[in-house]
C-alpha cells in the first residue's frame, strides 16, 4: 500500500529541501471532488516535487485517479482514467505572477503551512471531464430498455395480425 501524502506543508520550506512526496489520499476525504462524482470509493495518487528550477521556487506534479463520473447517455457510472501534470512557480504576492517566465502557472503561497491535499484536489477538479460517456457499450440497464423496446415494436404490427386472421 502506498503512504499518505501529508496534509498540509510549508511550501517555501520543502522549496529548500528540494522535497519530493509520493503518495495517496483517500477520495472520501476530498469533498468537492466526491461532490462531482458518482461516488467516494478510492484514492487519488500524486507524486509533488518542490525546487528551483530557472531560478523560480516551483512545485511539479502528477495527480492521477481512477473516477467514476456520471455517463450522460446512460446515466450509470462510468469508470475514467484522469490524470493532470502542472508546474507552479511559487510566488509570495500577486505582483511576483507577472515576472514568472511562462511555463510556470503562478501559485500563491503562504510564509506558513498551507494544504498540499487541497492543491491536488484542485488539479482533479480541473481535469475533469465537461461530460462523460461510455466508451462504446451504455449500461446494461439501457441495453435492456433497448431490447424491450424492440420486443414492443415486435408486438404492435397490426398487418401482422391481420394476415393471420385472414390465413
Ligand atoms: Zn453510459
Known sequence: MQKKLPERVDFLKQV?????????????????????????????AARLKFGIRAGTPCLDGHVQADLEL??????????????????????????????????????LVSESEQSLVELVEDELLLSLPIVARHDDQCSEILQKHKQNDEAQQETHRPFAALKDLMG
Do not use: M, Y
Open 16 to 44: 529548500e529541501r528540494n522535497a519530493s512526496f509520493e503518495g495517496v489520499w483517500p477520495v472520501s476525504g476530498l469533498e468537492r471532488l466526491a461532490e462531482a462524482i458518482c461516488n467516494d470509493r478510492g484514492e487519488v
Open 70 to 107: 456520471r455517463c450522460e447517455r446512460c446515466l450509470d457510472q462510468v469508470k475514467q482514467h484522469i490524470e493532470s501534470d502542472f508546474r507552479f512557480g511559487l510566488i509570495t504576492s500577486e505582483d511576483e505572477a507577472d515576472l514568472l517566465p511562462k511555463e510556470f502557472e503562478p501559485l
